[in-house]
């Protein structure tokens, strides 16, 4: 079997996994689907012949588009499953800050069908961070988007491909594709006050996480009460798979005793611990040193304005070892 390091043609290939990892599960967000994405491109890839595959000008651009058309393939069925999904369905959390989900180069640039097209000006304020484009917060957001507008928001605004790009990708002309994008930005600006996060840093989250943590374990109600904002929402995810709140439960005061409820049956065999979760400060609940839970939040205006909890032991695999 020839070695990837003695095939550089081979080496290329292989390489691109990162990014069409980075790029599928910001567009699925799902780690487990993004990458049965990647393998099944890979598969495509392998199916053509050495011919095939050396009259292909730009490789990195080929596994970039079939990717995005088997993601955006899998987006339009992934609706209908998730009509049926038990309760709220939520992305899958990603610990730490996994080398994946780092700065991602853009392969290929300047290379035959890759960059931005000729006089197309990247304006800063279209654009959506990689930072921000894996917080759970901008996941959440993106599942009100149609598979399209998800599409063409995170090809462009994201990884920085032109539109021209994009419409190999979704089958549709470059002005329809910087429409899509146009009105995908505006649901993040909806859903998006501006005062979310503004001068907040991730230290700054991280005291508010690790106050909430502190008054989840000593039972403090008032201190609950005290960081959330009035207007707070708490959405859970067990998938029917563990228990967890069917619907979002809205304002401070009922979340917390939500909250207090729950500690009362993890007293005395949970640990909370404070883990970066899609890179932002979030917190692991183990119980009998099993992760059964992990909480993703959004801060605004120096409370807590939004928490996520994943509850669902499919979604959570990658936590396992805590």
Known sequence: MTDATDDPALHAIISERRHLLNLAYRLLGSLAEAEDAVQETYARWYAMSREQQDAIRSPAAWLTRVAGRICLDQLGSARARRERYVGEWLPEPVPGRAEWLGAVERPGAGAPGIGAAAGEAADPADRVTLDESVSMAFLVVLEAMTPAQRVALILHDVFDYSFAEVATVTGRTPAACRELASA????????????????????????????????????????????????????????????????????AAEIAHFVFEVSQHLRGTAALVERLVNGRPGLMVRVDGETTAVYAFDIADGRITRIWAVRNPLKLRVWAEG
């Open 184 to 251: 995908a930005r505006r649901r993040v600006r909806d859903a998006r006050p501006a005062a979310a996060d503004a001068g907040s840093s991730v230290a700054a989250q991280a005291v508010l996480v690790r106050d909430f943590k502190q008054a989840w374990e000593t039972h403090d109600l008032n201190a609950l009460v005290t960081l959330l904002d009035p207007a707070a929402v708490f959405t859970a995810d067990g998938g029917g798979l563990a228990p967890a709140a069917l619907h979002p439960i809205h304002g």
